[in-house]
């Protein structure tokens, strides 16, 4: 397993929101977040689901010590795009130990970048699950993303719009 990836609250969110959270642990990759992350899934639902690929140890979490708490508060602080706790847990997570970090969220994105992490986001996910390692069919790769791009519409609408098109294509 080469690549190790630490997720954001809203890639998980995307994922179940979209039926595709057992298609991504199906990757041939390191998933990892931490406890603020966990911590941050207050709907039951999701907060089961993901629990429960922490119970088969699919998914690795980072649990932070009061000292290490009190390092990331003090981050925070240095931080001047007003990312959160929980995006704090998970950038510094991703920078210590290089890691990727993925997000949906621009301003973590570019905070992240700046400081030399590497930040990829839903779109990275979908392609290695259609196109890499094909782990569904292109399809309802387009079916999901379409799904998807109607819940969030934050998403870059024309790389989605490639991707529909070419995968209903295939």
Not at 15 to 36: A, E, K, M, W, Y
Not at 127 to 140: A, G, L, Q, W
Request: aromatic share 8%; hydrophobic share 40%; proline share 2%.
């Amino acid at each position: 397993m080469d690549i190790i990836v630490v997720n954001d609250t809203n890639i998980f969110i995307d994922l179940i929101s979209v039926d595709l959270l057992n298609d991504f642990f199906r990757l041939p990759i390191g998933i990892h977040t931490t406890d603020f992350v966990l911590n941050e899934l207050t709907d039951k639902s999701q907060s089961d689901v993901v629990q429960k690929y922490v119970s088969l140890k699919h998914l690795t979490v980072k649990r932070y010590s009061e000292t290490e708490v009190a390092e990331i508060v003090s981050f925070q602080t240095t931080c001047h795009n007003n990312v959160s706790i929980t995006d704090c847990s998970v950038w510094l997570y991703a920078k210590n130990n290089g890691y990727t970090l993925l997000t949906g969220d621009a301003r973590l994105r570019s905070a992240a970048q700046k400081s030399g992490v590497s930040v990829c986001g839903i779109l990275y996910i979908f392609d290695m699950m259609v196109e890499v390692f094909k782990i569904i069919p292109p399809d309802v790769g387009a079916e999901r993303l379409e799904m998807l791009y109607q819940i969030n519409n934050r998403l870059p609408s024309r790389e989605i719009e490639n991707r529909i098109r070419e995968w209903r294509l295939l």
